[in-house]
C-alpha cells in the first residue's frame, strides 16, 4: 500500500519517539509542531516560519561546516567522528560527489533510523518545482534525484573538500575512509571496517573504469590519492565568504 504524506509523518513521528531518548545531541534541538527534532542546516518558510525539512538552506550550510559544527545537530565536530550518508554509487566512484552535508556520528545514527527517506519505499522528495514555490526566495539545496534508493551507504571519512556547483552545494570525500556502513530501509546491514575498506574502494575503482580515466572531472583523483586525507573546509576559513557569494548569486 502507497503511504500518502500523512502516513508517512505519523511513521516519521513514531520512529522519532521511539529513538530520541537514544541521542541527546538531536533530542536538544527546536521541535516542529509534531515534535520531530529540526535539522540546524534545513529551509524556513519565510511566509510561515515552519521548516521545510527536503529543502537544506545552503548559506547556514556553509556558515555550519566553516564553523566546524554538524549540519543536523549543530554541535560541534570531531574530525575523527565526521560522517556523510549517500548512496554507493556516490561513496565508491572516484566521480561521485555526495550532496548531503557532513554529520556527526549521533546524527548519522539518528537520520538513517528515521527519516523516511531512509526508509521507506514509496517516498518521494520534494521535485525542484515543489521546493521553488515553497521557498523562491530563498537561497537552498534541493536534492536532484527524487527516488527513494533501496540501499544508502554512512562513510566516516579522513578529510574533504566542499564546492557550489549548479546543482548546489556538493561534497569531495577522500576515498580513504574509516569505516563504511550499509542500510537498508533504516537497519544497519553491515559494517567494513579495516582491510575490507580498500577492497570496497577497489571494487568502486573498476566500476568507475568504465568511463575513460581521461574523461573523470579534475578534482576525482584527489579523491583517490590521499591528498585529501586531513583536508578539513574549517580549516580554510577564506574560502567561506566566497561560497557564500556565490550561494547567493544562485538564488
Known amino acids: 500500500m502507497k503511504m500518502d504524506r500523512a502516513m508517512i509523518s505519523s511513521a516519521t513521528k513514531e520512529a522519532s519517539e521511539r529513538w530520541l531518548s537514544?541521542?541527546?545531541?538531536?533530542?536538544?534541538?527546536?521541535?516542529?509542531?509534531?515534535?520531530?527534532?529540526?535539522?540546524?542546516?534545513?529551509?524556513?518558510?519565510?511566509?510561515?516560519?515552519?521548516?521545510?525539512?527536503?529543502?537544506?538552506?545552503?548559506?547556514?550550510?556553509?556558515?555550519?561546516?566553516?564553523s566546524k559544527k554538524c549540519s543536523v545537530t549543530g554541535t560541534n565536530l570531531d574530525s575523527n567522528d565526521v560522517w556523510f550518508v549517500t548512496t554507493p554509487d556516490l561513496a565508491f566512484v572516484p566521480f561521485g560527489a555526495i550532496q548531503d552535508a557532513p554529520i556527526c556520528g549521533?546524527?548519522?545514527?539518528?537520520?538513517?533510523?528515521?527519516?523516511?527517506?531512509?526508509?521507506?519505499?514509496?517516498?518521494?522528495?520534494?521535485?525542484?518545482?515543489?521546493?521553488?514555490?515553497?521557498?523562491?526566495?530563498?537561497?537552498?539545496?534541493?536534492?536532484?534525484?527524487?527516488?527513494?534508493p533501496t540501499e544508502f551507504v554512512a562513510v566516516q571519512v579522513t578529510g574533504f573538500q566542499v564546492r557550489f556547483t549548479r546543482q548546489g552545494l556538493r561534497y569531495y570525500p577522500s576515498r580513504h575512509y574509516r569505516k563504511i556502513e550499509l542500510w537498508s530501509k533504516q537497519i544497519r546491514q553491515r559494517?567494513?571496517?579495516?582491510?575490507?575498506?580498500?577492497?570496497?574502494?577497489?571494487e568502486g575503482l573498476r566500476k568507475g573504469l568504465q568511463i575513460p580515466p581521461d574523461q573523470w572531472p579534475a578534482w576525482s583523483r584527489s579523491t583517490l590519492d590521499g591528498s585529501l586525507n586531513g583536508c578539513w573546509p574549517w580549516d580554510q576559513s577564506e574560502e567561506k565568504e566566497q561560497l557564500i557569494q556565490v550561494a547567493r548569486s544562485a538564488r
Open 106 to 148: 549521533e546524527a548519522k545514527e539518528f537520520t538513517l533510523r528515521v527519516c523516511p527517506y531512509f526508509g521507506l519505499s514509496n517516498y518521494t522528495r520534494l521535485t525542484d518545482g515543489q521546493a521553488q514555490a515553497i521557498i523562491p526566495a530563498l537561497s537552498a539545496t534541493i536534492p536532484s534525484d527524487h527516488r527513494t
Open 191 to 202: 559494517v567494513v571496517e579495516g582491510r575490507e575498506v580498500r577492497s570496497a574502494i577497489e
Open 22 to 66: 537514544d541521542f541527546p545531541k538531536v533530542s536538544a534541538l527546536d521541535r516542529d509542531p509534531r515534535g520531530l527534532p529540526i535539522p540546524q542546516n534545513v529551509t524556513v518558510d519565510p511566509k510561515n516560519g515552519k521548516p521545510v525539512f527536503a529543502v537544506r538552506d545552503a548559506e547556514r550550510e556553509i556558515e555550519l561546516l566553516y
